[in-house]
């Protein structure tokens, strides 16, 4: 597991945030986040999901269903290889909650067996 993608929908606050957190303490591997609703992401200056990026990466780490879904979509299309594994990160957790506690969930049961 060399390349790590987060998605969410605007890359503002979850998968930035995830990005963020893992790049300072993983700096051995290489992260990303980006969102999957363009329009919001051109309105807001955040990464918008790109093909390049999900042929990128390894494992994608995705918010909510429906951004898998929107990823799975993709791949049917182009007929990606189906190495990619998806994580789904959806939790009844705030954002504020999440920042703590699911990173540090994800950090001791993910990136620490890498």
């Known amino acids: 597991m060399k390349n790590i993608l ?3 929908s605007a890359n ?3 998968s930035k945030t995830a990005d963020d957190y893992f790049s300072a303490k993983y700096p051995d ?3 990303e986040s980006a969102g999957t609703n363009l329009k919001i992401c ?3 200056g955040t990464n918008p999901l790109t093909e390049e990026m ?5 494992v994608i780490f995705v918010m909510d269903k429906c951004h898998k879904d929107q990823i799975n979509q993709y791949k049917t299309i182009v007929k990606l290889p189906t190495r990619r594994y998806f994580k789904n990160l959806k939790s ?3 954002i504020s909650k999440l920042r703590f506690k699911i990173l540090l969930r994800l950090d001791s049961k993910v ?3 890498s």
């Open 12 to 14: 503002k606050q979850r």
């Open 92 to 94: 009844s957790f705030t």
């Open 54 to 58: 999900v042929e990128w990466a390894d």
């Open 6 to 8: 987060f998605v969410c």
């Open 111 to 113: 990136f620490q067996q």
């Open 42 to 44: 051109q309105q807001e």
């Open 29 to 31: 591997l290489h992260f």
